[in-house]
């Protein structure tokens, strides 16, 4: 499928082929126009990382375009070698807090841990650069992720001080997790932190 954008990729026709074979939604859901017409540029400028979510749930309609957001990241091969886990028990959203040395807004609205899949990359090169291919895979989809959540409206904080087994104990996996990005409205909408300026960070080589 090669989907002219995320909306028709979520909610395609009769005709198309179903990414996701959920009920079908014959009217755009409120919102989607804005997404829509999101500039990525001001996505990515005024994001801020947030700790700090009001209790309500994230609409299932804006998880799945975060979901196929994820899905539309590059990856090694185009092998995908990644896997998102859902998290929606709040008994394992307490164990994931514990996991990730007791930061207590692990335990957000919305919970999304990706994990490493270095079997699904079917490429002959050594298994280090293997693995090294399917973390990079696993942290774009959690960049993409974190991106389209900002887009929606909604804020984000990204966890990567995390104890790996802990981790795939409590979401019962053998694959080895990167990252947890937690989901969720903003109590406050924050600034952006500054950054380093340009010329400090580029390194031109000629
Ligand atoms: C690889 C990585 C690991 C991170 N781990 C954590 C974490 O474990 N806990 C946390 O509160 N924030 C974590 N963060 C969020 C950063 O603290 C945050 O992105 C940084 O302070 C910059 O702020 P900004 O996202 O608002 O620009 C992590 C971010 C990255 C990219």
């Given at each position: ?73 590059p990856t090694a091969g185009g092998f995908q070698g ?36 270095p079997?699904r990359v079917?490429m002959?090169f050594?298994?280090?650069i293997i693995?090294k291919f399917s973390?990079q895979d696993?942290?774009l ?66």
């Open positions: 499928m090669n989907p002219s954008d995320l909306f028709s990729r979520l909610y395609s026709g009769e005709d198309s082929e179903k990414v996701y074979p959920k009920e079908v939604i014959e009217q755009a859901p409120e919102g989607v126009e804005d997404v829509l017409q999101t500039n990525l540029f001001n996505v990515m400028l005024n994001r801020r990382s947030q700790r700090k979510f009001e209790s309500k749930e994230v609409e299932d309609w804006k998880m799945d375009m975060i979901y196929a957001a994820a899905d539309t990241a990644f896997e998102i886990f859902h998290v929606k028990n709040p008994e394992i959203k307490l164990k994931l807090v514990e996991a990730a040395n007791r930061q207590p807004y692990v335990n957000a609205p919305e919970v999304l841990v990706f994990c490493m899949n079997e079917k002959s050594p298994e280090e693995k973390v696993a942290t989809a959690a960049a993409y992720a974190q991106l389209a959540s900002h887009a929606l409206g909604l804020s984000t904080i990204w966890i990567g001080m995390i104890d790996e087994k802990k981790v795939m104990e409590a979401i019962g996996t053998n694959l080895v997790p990167t990252s947890i990005l937690c989901i969720g409205y903003p109590q406050k909408m924050l600034q952006p932190k500054p950054k380093r300026n340009l010329v400090d960070l580029i390194h031109v080589v000629q």
